[in-house]
């Protein structure tokens, strides 16, 4: 049994309206996602930093009605997972589905927003995407700046839920501003830099604060985080996997695929179904032991101290 924290499979429901039961242009659809050994996966509301800031709110608003309407209320054996309660009734005939939100741009300046957001049932909150907002700036703007005054006010909020607050895509001061004030924190889909020398990707300082806070790191199938020139296979993503360990992350690793997120993709790791394919290749070059801490223990572990 697999867990994903990541991957952006609402989005591209919303923008371009797949058959989610089975598409080709989805990396992610209900056929592929039964023919998969994932049993709980992260969907992400991620919403496109070019719509105008006052509509952005509402297209968060649409994909959370799309991950209820499409993927929750028609599918008996898709469960939303919003508490620990509901992880450990999770029968192993069904599947879970745990809601997080991708960047704060969507609330602008507004608590409340964030609020009724979260009230949906999501349990991971990025503070930014690849653009600056008012909570923070991102990895990849120039004015590197860290959390604001309000994405303070931002974290405490997600400190008295009980949310995992995800560094991923945020900048270097924002990174440590919140291993400075959040609770739970999470970089959901991130890669080594040291492996692999892309922005994005988390440096040894980070990775040892991460380990240090108990936080949790999401290995991600983006190509270009796991190696600079094409082609991608899947053993360029064990560089990662042993650099991290090499790091102590071993409790703290987690995956977070970035399916549906990604355009190009790992040779043999195309799709959530391929997560077979990795899965007999880390049997190969891994103990029991390590990959089922990858796969599922560290995660879980960790969402126990939800509510
Ligand atoms: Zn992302």
Same mark, same amino acid.
């Given at each position: 049994?697999?867990?994903?924290?990541?991957?952006?499979?609402?989005?591209?429901?919303?923008?371009?309206?797949?058959?989610?039961?089975?598409?080709?242009?989805?990396?992610?659809?209900?056929?592929?996602?039964?023919?998969?050994?994932?049993?709980?996966?992260?969907?992400?509301?991620?919403?496109?930093?070019?719509?105008?800031?006052?509509?952005?709110?509402?297209?968060?608003?649409?994909?959370?009605?799309? @991950?209820?309407?499409?993927?929750?209320?028609? &599918?008996? =054996?898709?469960?939303? #997972? +919003?508490?620990?309660?509901?992880? $450990?009734? %999770?029968?192993?005939?069904?599947?879970?589905?745990?809601?997080?939100?991708?960047?704060?741009?969507?609330?602008?300046?507004?608590?409340?927003?964030?609020?009724?957001?979260?009230?949906?049932?999501?349990?991971?909150?990025?503070?930014?995407?690849?653009?600056?907002?008012?909570?923070?700036?991102?990895?990849?703007?120039?004015?590197?700046?860290?959390?604001?005054?309000?994405?303070?006010?931002?974290?405490?909020?997600?400190?008295?839920?009980?949310?995992?607050?995800?560094?991923?895509?945020?900048?270097?001061?924002?990174?440590?501003?919140?291993?400075?004030?959040?609770?739970?924190?999470?970089?959901?889909?991130?890669?080594? @830099?040291?492996?692999?020398?892309?922005?994005? &990707?988390? =440096?040894?300082?980070? #990775? +040892?604060?991460?380990?240090?806070? $108990?936080? %949790?790191?999401?290995?991600?199938?983006?190509?270009?985080?796991?190696?600079?020139?094409?082609?991608?296979?899947?053993?360029?993503?064990?560089?990662?996997?042993?650099?991290?360990?090499?790091?102590?992350?071993?409790?703290?690793?987690?995956?977070?695929?970035?399916?549906?997120?990604?355009?190009?993709?790992?040779?043999?790791?195309?799709?959530?179904?391929?997560?077979?394919?990795?899965?007999?290749?880390?049997?190969?070059?891994?103990?029991?032991?390590?990959?089922?801490?990858?796969?599922?223990?560290?995660?879980?572990?960790?969402?126990?101290?939800?509510?």
């Amino acid at each position: 049994m697999i867990i994903d924290a990541h991957c952006d499979l609402l989005y591209q429901l919303w923008r371009y309206n797949y058959d989610l039961n089975s598409s080709e242009c989805l990396q992610f659809d209900l056929n592929k996602w039964r023919n998969s050994p994932v049993q709980i996966q992260a969907f992400a509301i991620f919403v496109p930093d070019y719509l105008p800031q006052q509509k952005q709110y509402d297209v968060a608003l649409q994909m959370i009605e799309i @991950f209820y309407e499409q993927l929750i209320i028609p &599918n008996q =054996d898709i469960i939303h #997972i +919003k508490s620990k309660q509901d992880l $450990d009734q %999770l029968q192993p005939d069904q599947l879970g589905a745990i809601l997080t939100l991708e960047g704060c741009h969507p609330i602008g300046t507004d608590l409340n927003k964030l609020i009724k957001i979260i009230n949906y049932g999501v349990r991971m909150v990025g503070l930014t995407w690849n653009n600056d907002n008012a909570v923070a700036d991102s990895i990849m703007s120039a004015k590197r700046g860290g959390v604001t005054a309000f994405g303070r006010e931002v974290i405490q909020v997600l400190n008295q839920k009980q949310i995992w607050t995800d560094v991923s895509h945020l900048s270097i001061n924002g990174f440590y501003d919140v291993l400075d004030q959040a609770k739970h924190v999470i970089a959901s889909h991130s890669n080594a @830099f040291t492996i692999c020398q892309h922005r994005r &990707n988390l =440096d040894d300082q980070q #990775i +040892k604060a991460l380990v240090e806070r $108990d936080g %949790l790191i999401g290995l991600t199938f983006v190509p270009e985080f796991t190696k600079s020139n094409q082609p991608v296979h899947i053993k360029d993503l064990f560089k990662h996997i042993d650099h991290f360990i090499n790091m102590g992350a071993e409790n703290h690793l987690i995956f977070g695929s970035d399916f549906d997120g990604i355009t190009e993709t790992i040779e043999g790791l195309s799709t959530v179904s391929d997560y077979y394919r990795l899965q007999e290749q880390m049997e190969k070059h891994y103990s029991q032991s390590i990959i089922k801490k990858i796969a599922r223990e560290n995660f879980l572990k960790r969402f126990s101290h939800q509510r």
